[in-house]
Antibody
Framework: EVKLQQSGDELVRPGASVKMSCKAS????????MHWVKQSPGQGLEWIGT????????SYNQKFKGKATLTADKSSNTAYMELSRLTSEDSAVYYC??????????????????WGQGVMVTVSS | NTVMTQSPTSMFISVGDRVTMNCKAS??????VDWYQQKTGQSPKLLIY???NRYTGVPDRFTGSGSGTDFTLTISNMQAEDLAVYYC?????????FGGGTKLELK
């Protein structure tokens, strides 16, 4: 069974950083990309970026460059996201999601097929 | 960035209704659109990929269609368990962008 287990909720001070984890199980970690998605309170979804653990390559939404840093530890099948210089605008739920992509001869497909349970980050003094 | 505009933002529906919601891209994204369902307090779940392909285990009452800039998700026989917010997502351009969501509520 594929599972993405995220770390616990965080209460952090403005200006601080936070690092959250996403531990993957039930599949070969290096065979898939890992994406991160932000959901602000009562709001929709924003794609933050992705990491390909096999080659440690990252791609970011320009909006989150300098804010989010994505890493992966192949030895523990865990992806990480660090958010820096936190403000109230960073208070949100953050999800990791496995990315599956390919080409079936007719079309290219790309989707998030498994999601973590989310980490709620609250930025408050 | 590619803006994905969903309409309507909310719908009041009854069990058994046929529900149609729309997603319009600000530029041509081909068929590179997925649909996700998010129930209250839960993580999003994949319903449709590549605009019209039902993901494994998704009931056949869910149908996706469209290409280019206009996409539709249809629920043919609404069930109470389908109450949720539905999001489209384009992955044709970086950054990937979600629509604002369509919320289904009971009349």
């Amino acid at each position: 069974e594929v599972k993405l287990q995220q770390s616990g909720d965080e209460l952090v001070r403005p200006g601080a950083s936070v690092k959250m984890s996403c531990k993957a199980s039930g599949y070969t970690f290096t065979d898939y990309a890992m994406h991160w998605v932000k959901q602000s309170p009562g709001q929709g979804l924003e794609w933050i970026g992705t990491i390909i653990p096999l080659i440690d390559t990252t791609s970011y939404n320009q909006k989150f460059k300098g804010k989010a840093t994505l890493t992966a530890d192949k030895s523990s099948n865990t992806a990480y996201m660090e958010l820096s210089r936190l403000t109230s605008e960073d208070s949100a739920v953050y999800y990791c999601a496995r990315g599956t992509s390919g080409y079936d001869g007719t079309y290219y497909y790309d989707y998030f097929d498994y999601w973590g349970q989310g980490v709620m980050v609250t930025v408050s003094s | 960035n590619t803006v994905m505009t969903q309409s309507p933002t909310s719908m009041f529906i009854s069990v058994g209704d046929r529900v149609t919601m729309n997603c319009k891209a600000s530029q041509n994204v081909g068929t590179n659109v997925d649909w996700y369902q998010q129930k209250t307090g839960q993580s999003p779940k994949l319903l449709i990929y590549g605009a019209s392909n039902r993901y494994t285990g998704v009931p056949d009452r869910f149908t996706g269609s469209g290409s280019g800039t206009d996409f539709t998700l249809t629920i043919s026989n609404m069930q109470a368990e389908d109450l949720a917010v539905y999001y489209c997502l384009q992955y044709n351009y970086n950054p990937r962008t979600f629509g604002g969501g369509t919320k289904l509520e009971l009349k």
